[in-house]
């Protein structure tokens, strides 16, 4: 009797734990340990990355806008071959500024440069006289040009480098004449004159910061020839020709260039 009696009490024991285990429930997945090993340690690894400032990011782009401020001198020539007389080849020195507006991509050893350019240029005027034609003065005035220019830049230290490049376009200027001729004749006319226009040239470049560099560069411009008007006036009547004019200069500029000119200055 003892013998069953110890048989009934193992057999209730178990039958207890097993009703507390089914109440214990659903036994815990270990395997989210894992999962959540492998995020910290993906945490880790990113922590150990350089941090780079957008800022900084944004300087080292391959491509940046910018605005240019121009002013210069002007050293220029104004060529009538059809005149008999010394203004035929008038040289003068005018005063020139302007601005351009392009973007610069980032190239080995330096940038190349791709701008829309505008211009304007002081009024020239030769005045002269001569026994044929008596006293005439040209005038070439409300001088312009616009111009797509391509500039190529070479560093040569960290803030100094050179460039060279040249550009097309179109530009004008109004050719008039003014004077008396033999016999009180009246010289007269006045022509607005718009054609092709081209200019080359170099210069060198000093970076003040990141985002300023100063621009002292050289051009040839020169304007293709065009016809313009003259009236002579005699007591019998008015005599119209058209006179064959050239204008071309040599030019020395200053320009200070700001990249990202838009954005917030640190």
């Known amino acids: 009797m003892r013998h069953i009696a110890t048989c009934v009490a193992l057999a209730t024991g178990l039958l207890a734990a097993t009703v507390l285990a089914d109440e214990v429930g659903t036994p815990i997945d270990l395997s989210s340990f894992n999962a959540m090993q492998a995020a910290s340690t993906a945490a880790a690894e990113a922590s150990d990355l350089p941090i780079v400032p957008v800022a900084d990011a944004f300087e080292t782009s391959s491509r940046r806008f910018y605005l240019t401020g121009i002013v210069g001198a002007s050293f220029a020539t104004l060529v009538q071959p059809d005149l008999p007389a010394a203004p035929a080849i008038g040289n003068q ?3 020139t500024a ?18 829309f350019e505008g211009r304007g240029r002081d009024r020239m005027q030769i ?12 005038n070439a005035s409300d001088g312009w040009s ?15 480098g050179l460039y060279a490049g040249a550009g097309i376009g179109a530009g004008g200027y109004r050719c008039s004449f003014d004077g008396t001729g033999p016999g009180g004749a009246t010289v007269s006319g006045s022509t607005g004159i718009t054609s092709f226009a081209w200019q080359g040239g170099g210069g060198v470049v000093y970076a003040l910061t990141d985002r300023v560099t100063l621009d002292l560069g050289y051009r040839f411009f020169a304007l293709n020839p065009d016809n313009a008007q003259i009236y002579v006036t005699t007591d019998t ?19 200070i260039r700001i990249y990202e000119p838009f954005r917030n200055w640190r």
């Open 93 to 95: 020195t005018l005063f």
């Open 98 to 115: 302007g601005g351009a507006a392009g973007v610069a991509f980032d190239r080995p050893s330096g940038w190349l440069r791709v701008e």
């Open 127 to 138: 005045s002269d006289f001569d026994a044929a034609v008596g006293t005439l003065t040209l």
């Open 146 to 160: 616009t111009m797509a220019n391509v500039w190529r830049d070479f560093s040569v230290t960290e803030r100094f």
């Open 237 to 255: 009547g008015t005599v119209t020709d058209t006179l064959n004019t050239a204008f071309s200069a040599s030019e020395l500029l200053l320009s």
